[in-house]
Protein backbone atom coordinates (compact mmCIF):
# COMPACT_ATOMS: atom_id res chain seq x y z
CA UNK A 1 0.00 0.00 0.00
CA UNK A 2 1.23 3.64 -1.04
CA UNK A 3 1.56 6.48 1.44
CA UNK A 4 -1.15 7.89 -0.53
CA UNK A 5 -3.43 4.83 -0.03
CA UNK A 6 -2.57 4.71 3.31
CA UNK A 7 -3.55 8.78 3.83
CA UNK A 8 -6.92 7.44 2.25
CA UNK A 9 -7.59 4.92 4.43
CA UNK A 10 -6.72 6.73 7.77
CA UNK A 11 -8.86 9.41 6.32
CA UNK A 12 -5.78 11.67 6.32
CA UNK A 13 -6.42 15.38 5.18
CA UNK A 14 -4.42 18.21 4.41
CA UNK A 15 -4.39 21.84 6.17
CA UNK A 16 -4.87 22.54 9.06
CA UNK A 17 -5.80 18.91 9.40
CA UNK A 18 -1.84 18.41 9.14
CA UNK A 19 -1.01 19.94 12.30
CA UNK A 20 -3.65 19.07 14.35
CA UNK A 21 -2.74 15.00 13.44
CA UNK A 22 0.62 15.83 14.78
CA UNK A 23 -0.90 16.61 17.64
CA UNK A 24 -2.34 12.71 18.19
CA UNK A 25 -5.57 14.37 20.02
CA UNK A 26 -7.06 10.71 20.78
CA UNK A 27 -4.03 10.81 23.45
CA UNK A 28 -5.10 13.94 24.51
CA UNK A 29 -7.89 12.93 26.62
CA UNK A 30 -4.83 11.03 28.71
CA UNK A 31 -4.14 14.41 30.00
CA UNK A 32 -7.76 15.92 30.32
CA UNK A 33 -8.67 12.92 32.07
CA UNK A 34 -6.74 12.71 35.00
CA UNK A 35 -6.65 16.78 35.53
CA UNK A 36 -10.55 16.70 35.42
CA UNK A 37 -10.80 13.78 38.35
CA UNK A 38 -8.24 15.60 40.65
CA UNK A 39 -9.66 18.50 40.26
CA UNK A 40 -13.51 16.76 41.05
CA UNK A 41 -12.04 14.96 44.05
CA UNK A 42 -10.92 18.51 45.34
CA UNK A 43 -14.25 20.20 44.24
CA UNK A 44 -15.99 16.87 46.21
CA UNK A 45 -14.39 18.38 49.30
CA UNK A 46 -15.62 21.67 49.12
CA UNK A 47 -12.42 23.28 47.10
CA UNK A 48 -12.22 24.75 43.01
CA UNK A 49 -10.10 27.45 41.84
CA UNK A 50 -11.00 27.94 38.09
CA UNK A 51 -7.73 28.95 36.75
CA UNK A 52 -5.82 26.90 38.83
CA UNK A 53 -7.66 24.31 37.44
CA UNK A 54 -7.48 25.59 33.59
CA UNK A 55 -3.52 26.19 33.82
CA UNK A 56 -2.93 23.12 35.38
CA UNK A 57 -5.44 21.72 32.03
CA UNK A 58 -3.73 23.16 29.54
CA UNK A 59 -0.01 23.02 30.62
CA UNK A 60 -0.80 18.96 31.02
CA UNK A 61 -2.11 18.70 27.35
CA UNK A 62 0.70 20.87 26.23
CA UNK A 63 3.49 18.24 27.70
CA UNK A 64 1.64 15.78 26.08
CA UNK A 65 1.43 17.12 22.83
CA UNK A 66 4.98 18.01 22.50
CA UNK A 67 5.48 14.10 23.69
CA UNK A 68 3.79 13.20 20.76
CA UNK A 69 6.16 15.59 18.92
CA UNK A 70 9.10 14.65 20.50
CA UNK A 71 7.94 10.51 19.82
CA UNK A 72 7.50 11.38 16.29
CA UNK A 73 10.59 13.31 15.24
CA UNK A 74 13.15 10.60 17.10
CA UNK A 75 11.13 7.16 15.50
CA UNK A 76 11.59 9.21 12.36
CA UNK A 77 15.80 9.82 12.86
CA UNK A 78 15.98 5.89 14.38
CA UNK A 79 14.28 5.34 10.87
CA UNK A 80 11.18 3.39 12.91
CA UNK A 81 8.55 5.17 11.32
CA UNK A 82 7.53 5.70 7.12
CA UNK A 83 4.98 6.45 4.80
CA UNK A 84 3.00 2.95 6.00
CA UNK A 85 3.32 3.63 9.51
CA UNK A 86 -0.27 3.74 10.78
CA UNK A 87 -0.83 5.62 14.45
CA UNK A 88 1.54 8.25 14.06
CA UNK A 89 0.42 11.81 13.10
CA UNK A 90 2.37 11.60 9.38
CA UNK A 91 3.53 14.71 8.91
CA UNK A 92 7.11 14.13 8.36
CA UNK A 93 6.90 10.97 6.52
CA UNK A 94 3.61 11.65 4.48
CA UNK A 95 3.29 15.53 4.50
CA UNK A 96 6.82 16.30 4.19
CA UNK A 97 6.85 18.79 7.02
CA UNK A 98 10.79 18.70 8.19
CA UNK A 99 11.98 17.24 11.46
CA UNK A 100 13.24 19.86 13.16
CA UNK A 101 10.14 22.01 12.75
CA UNK A 102 8.52 19.38 14.61
CA UNK A 103 11.27 19.24 17.52
CA UNK A 104 11.53 23.30 17.76
CA UNK A 105 7.32 22.86 17.62
CA UNK A 106 8.01 20.23 20.57
CA UNK A 107 9.97 22.40 22.60
CA UNK A 108 8.09 25.54 22.12
CA UNK A 109 5.06 23.62 23.66
CA UNK A 110 7.28 22.66 26.66
CA UNK A 111 8.16 26.56 27.26
CA UNK A 112 4.54 27.58 26.97
CA UNK A 113 3.97 25.03 29.99
CA UNK A 114 6.58 25.78 31.99
CA UNK A 115 4.92 29.59 31.47
CA UNK A 116 1.68 28.15 32.80
CA UNK A 117 3.45 26.02 35.48
CA UNK A 118 5.50 29.36 36.96
CA UNK A 119 1.42 30.69 37.55
CA UNK A 120 0.52 26.89 39.33
CA UNK A 121 3.33 27.05 41.56
CA UNK A 122 2.85 30.78 42.66
CA UNK A 123 -0.90 29.52 43.51
CA UNK A 124 0.35 26.19 45.22
CA UNK A 125 3.99 24.93 45.98
CA UNK A 126 7.30 25.40 44.16
CA UNK A 127 7.69 21.72 44.79
CA UNK A 128 4.92 21.59 41.92
CA UNK A 129 7.47 22.88 39.58
CA UNK A 130 9.70 19.89 40.62
CA UNK A 131 7.37 17.51 39.78
CA UNK A 132 6.66 18.60 36.70
CA UNK A 133 10.57 19.36 35.69
CA UNK A 134 10.80 15.69 35.90
CA UNK A 135 7.62 14.82 34.10
CA UNK A 136 8.68 16.84 31.40
CA UNK A 137 12.00 15.07 31.35
CA UNK A 138 10.55 11.77 31.32
CA UNK A 139 7.94 13.15 28.42
CA UNK A 140 11.28 14.13 26.37
CA UNK A 141 13.30 10.77 27.22
CA UNK A 142 9.89 8.92 26.21
CA UNK A 143 11.78 8.49 23.15
CA UNK A 144 14.52 10.89 22.86
CA UNK A 145 18.04 9.95 24.42
CA UNK A 146 20.41 7.22 24.24
CA UNK A 147 17.85 4.37 25.37
CA UNK A 148 14.01 5.81 24.97
CA UNK A 149 11.46 4.44 27.63
CA UNK A 150 9.35 3.54 24.63
CA UNK A 151 11.12 1.02 23.64
CA UNK A 152 11.63 -0.86 26.68
CA UNK A 153 9.02 -3.42 28.74
CA UNK A 154 8.39 -0.20 31.22
CA UNK A 155 7.07 2.54 28.97
CA UNK A 156 3.29 1.22 30.41
CA UNK A 157 4.32 1.49 33.98
CA UNK A 158 5.96 4.49 33.35
CA UNK A 159 3.01 6.25 31.27
CA UNK A 160 0.30 5.02 34.03
CA UNK A 161 2.03 6.30 36.72
CA UNK A 162 3.01 9.82 35.48
CA UNK A 163 -0.02 10.68 33.80
CA UNK A 164 -2.85 8.87 35.56
CA UNK A 165 -1.36 8.94 39.67
CA UNK A 166 1.09 11.95 39.34
CA UNK A 167 -1.21 14.22 37.34
CA UNK A 168 -4.06 13.32 39.72
CA UNK A 169 -2.73 14.09 42.47
CA UNK A 170 -0.77 17.45 41.61
CA UNK A 171 -3.88 18.68 40.61
CA UNK A 172 -5.51 17.95 43.46
CA UNK A 173 -2.87 19.58 45.28
CA UNK A 174 -2.95 22.84 43.40
CA UNK A 175 -6.17 22.93 44.46
CA UNK A 176 -6.52 22.18 48.08
CA UNK A 177 -2.78 22.17 49.00
CA UNK A 178 -2.90 18.71 50.65
CA UNK A 179 -2.38 15.61 49.65
CA UNK A 180 -4.40 12.39 51.14
CA UNK A 181 -4.41 8.49 50.53
CA UNK A 182 -7.54 8.37 48.89
CA UNK A 183 -6.57 10.34 45.97
CA UNK A 184 -4.05 8.14 45.52
CA UNK A 185 -5.93 5.24 45.60
CA UNK A 186 -8.94 6.78 43.24
CA UNK A 187 -5.96 7.83 40.15
CA UNK A 188 -4.68 4.13 40.57
CA UNK A 189 -8.14 2.96 37.77
CA UNK A 190 -7.24 5.85 35.74
CA UNK A 191 -3.18 5.51 35.30
CA UNK A 192 -4.47 1.16 34.50
CA UNK A 193 -6.73 2.87 32.10
CA UNK A 194 -4.00 5.22 30.44
CA UNK A 195 -1.54 2.39 30.74
CA UNK A 196 -3.73 0.29 28.80
CA UNK A 197 -4.10 2.82 26.02
CA UNK A 198 0.14 2.73 25.46
CA UNK A 199 -0.15 -1.25 25.44
CA UNK A 200 -3.19 -1.42 22.90
CA UNK A 201 -0.76 1.11 20.78
CA UNK A 202 2.48 -1.43 21.59
CA UNK A 203 -0.02 -4.72 20.41
CA UNK A 204 -0.68 -3.01 17.41
CA UNK A 205 2.64 -2.19 16.89
CA UNK A 206 3.91 -5.44 17.50
CA UNK A 207 5.72 -6.79 14.24
CA UNK A 208 6.86 -3.40 13.71
CA UNK A 209 8.32 -2.64 16.76
CA UNK A 210 10.00 -6.55 16.86
CA UNK A 211 11.46 -5.75 13.22
CA UNK A 212 12.87 -2.40 14.92
CA UNK A 213 14.46 -3.77 17.90
CA UNK A 214 12.30 -2.84 20.69
CA UNK A 215 11.67 -4.36 23.78
CA UNK A 216 7.82 -3.47 24.63
CA UNK A 217 5.57 -5.54 27.11
CA UNK A 218 3.64 -6.42 24.19
CA UNK A 219 6.41 -8.16 22.79
CA UNK A 220 7.94 -9.80 25.13
CA UNK A 221 4.27 -11.16 26.17
CA UNK A 222 3.63 -11.76 22.64
CA UNK A 223 -0.01 -10.69 20.66
CA UNK A 224 -2.29 -13.30 22.17
CA UNK A 225 -1.04 -12.78 25.76
CA UNK A 226 -0.39 -9.10 25.75
CA UNK A 227 -4.55 -9.00 24.68
CA UNK A 228 -5.21 -11.24 27.93
CA UNK A 229 -3.05 -9.04 29.82
CA UNK A 230 -4.74 -5.85 28.59
CA UNK A 231 -7.92 -7.44 29.76
CA UNK A 232 -6.60 -8.54 33.41
CA UNK A 233 -6.17 -4.80 33.48
CA UNK A 234 -9.70 -3.91 32.74
CA UNK A 235 -10.89 -6.62 35.18
CA UNK A 236 -8.58 -5.09 37.86
CA UNK A 237 -9.45 -1.38 37.13
CA UNK A 238 -13.20 -2.21 37.66
CA UNK A 239 -12.61 -4.29 40.92
CA UNK A 240 -10.97 -1.73 42.13
CA UNK A 241 -13.86 0.52 41.41
CA UNK A 242 -16.06 -1.82 42.71
CA UNK A 243 -13.66 -2.00 45.89
CA UNK A 244 -13.80 2.00 46.36
CA UNK A 245 -18.09 2.63 46.31
CA UNK A 246 -17.96 -0.72 48.54
CA UNK A 247 -15.88 1.00 51.10
CA UNK A 248 -17.08 4.80 50.87
CA UNK A 249 -14.17 5.97 49.19
CA UNK A 250 -16.37 6.73 45.84
CA UNK A 251 -19.74 8.11 46.54
CA UNK A 252 -22.56 5.33 45.16
CA UNK A 253 -23.24 7.77 42.07
CA UNK A 254 -20.07 6.11 40.80
CA UNK A 255 -21.86 3.08 40.40
CA UNK A 256 -22.30 4.75 36.69
CA UNK A 257 -18.86 3.76 35.74
CA UNK A 258 -19.57 0.45 35.40
CA UNK A 259 -21.80 1.15 32.01
CA UNK A 260 -18.13 2.10 30.52
CA UNK A 261 -17.34 -2.00 30.66
CA UNK A 262 -19.09 -2.75 27.24
CA UNK A 263 -16.80 -0.08 25.59
CA UNK A 264 -13.60 -2.27 27.55
CA UNK A 265 -15.21 -5.56 26.35
CA UNK A 266 -14.86 -3.64 22.53
CA UNK A 267 -11.19 -3.03 23.22
CA UNK A 268 -10.69 -6.87 23.50
CA UNK A 269 -13.23 -8.12 21.09
CA UNK A 270 -11.85 -5.63 18.47
CA UNK A 271 -8.30 -7.29 18.51
CA UNK A 272 -9.32 -10.73 18.43
CA UNK A 273 -7.75 -12.90 15.50
CA UNK A 274 -6.31 -9.30 13.68
CA UNK A 275 -2.78 -8.96 12.53
CA UNK A 276 -2.46 -5.98 10.62
CA UNK A 277 -1.44 -2.57 12.00
CA UNK A 278 -4.54 -0.45 10.59
CA UNK A 279 -7.04 -3.60 11.44
CA UNK A 280 -6.29 -3.12 15.42
CA UNK A 281 -6.57 0.70 14.93
CA UNK A 282 -10.49 0.76 16.19
CA UNK A 283 -9.25 -1.41 19.00
CA UNK A 284 -6.69 1.19 19.93
CA UNK A 285 -9.68 3.86 19.55
CA UNK A 286 -11.75 2.26 21.62
CA UNK A 287 -9.51 2.26 24.01
CA UNK A 288 -8.93 5.98 24.15
CA UNK A 289 -12.45 6.09 24.48
CA UNK A 290 -12.77 3.69 27.42
CA UNK A 291 -10.12 6.11 29.64
CA UNK A 292 -12.17 8.84 28.28
CA UNK A 293 -15.92 8.00 29.33
CA UNK A 294 -14.85 6.23 32.40
CA UNK A 295 -12.30 9.29 33.76
CA UNK A 296 -15.46 11.75 32.80
CA UNK A 297 -17.91 9.95 34.20
CA UNK A 298 -15.55 9.49 37.11
CA UNK A 299 -15.39 13.04 37.60
CA UNK A 300 -18.98 14.17 37.36
CA UNK A 301 -20.28 11.28 40.05
CA UNK A 302 -17.83 13.01 42.46
CA UNK A 303 -19.76 16.35 41.50
CA UNK A 304 -22.94 15.17 41.68
CA UNK A 305 -21.95 13.71 44.87
CA UNK A 306 -21.42 17.53 46.70
CA UNK A 307 -25.24 17.73 45.79
CA UNK A 308 -26.85 14.99 47.50
Keep these: MSGTNIKEALNEREGFQIWWRLLRPHTLTASFVPVFVGTMVATAEGTFRLWVFLAMLIASMLIQAATNMFNEYYDYKRGLDNDQSVGIGGTIVRDGIQPKTVLHLAFLFFLMAILLGVYICLESSWWVAVIGAASMLIGYLYTGGPIPIAYTPLGELFSGFLMGTVIICISYFVQTLTLTPDVIYISIPIAIFI ?62 LFITIFKAYEVINKFQGKTKPIEMMPAMVATGKTNTMYGILLGLSLLISTFI
Design 195 to 256: ASILLSNNIRDLDGDKENGRKTLAILLGRKNAIRFLAGLFVIAYGLTALYIFTGMLPLASII
